[in-house]
């Protein structure tokens, strides 16, 4: 499955929106599934696929009610622990990360490796987990090794 996620901290509501909009025509032509980082709002204007919600965000319990029983819902953590609560949360995957320091996101969570990202695998089985986080092509295969089911990427592919 090709799943693409938007993510924009910078620009206003508006234009994200604009822009969204404009990726959902794209994406539906080709076949790919599109969700929305942070905004619920954004993802239930455009029909996106679902969302990734952070520690901060809208509740997940919320944005389940809202978006649907069908929506992709995917949440963020950043140690052990986060991952135990998620299991009990109503999502389709979790994050773990940053599995490697990154550029592309300032962020005061450390890197957490790939003990972390054992640990975490064997702590909830039955949830897909997409490692994020100073990934790229060098060092995915280690990422799934470990026990990822997918792993997010930015860098190989967007270097601002």
């Known amino acids: 499955m090709t799943l693409v996620q938007l993510r924009e901290k910078n620009s206003s509501a508006d234009e ?6 404009q990726a959902m025509l794209v994406a539906r032509h080709h076949g790919i599934q599109i969700i929305i980082n942070d905004r619920v709002d954004i993802a239930l204007a455009v029909s ?14 919320a944005a389940r009610r809202l978006l649907g029983k069908h929506a ?3 949440y963020s953590t950043h140690n052990l622990a986060q991952a135990h609560q998620a299991a009990r949360l109503p999502i389709d ?3 773990i ?11 005061s969570n450390p890197g957490v490796g ?7 695998r064997q702590a909830v089985p039955e949830i897909p987990i997409v490692g ?11 990422v799934l090794a470990t ?3 997918a792993v997010a990427i930015i860098s190989d592919l967007w270097a601002p």
């Open 16 to 21: 994200f929106y604009r822009e969204v909009d």
């Open 48 to 61: 996106a696929d679902g969302v990734h919600l952070g520690q901060d965000d809208l509740p997940v319990e």
């Open 72 to 74: 992709i819902i995917g």
């Open 93 to 95: 995957y979790l994050a």
């Open 97 to 107: 990360g940053p599995i490697f320091p990154t550029s592309t996101k300032d962020s």
């Open 114 to 120: 790939l003990a972390v990202l054992s640990a975490v």
């Open 132 to 142: 994020i986080g100073g990934i790229n092509a060098a060092n995915r295969e280690s």
């Open 147 to 149: 026990g990822a089911d």
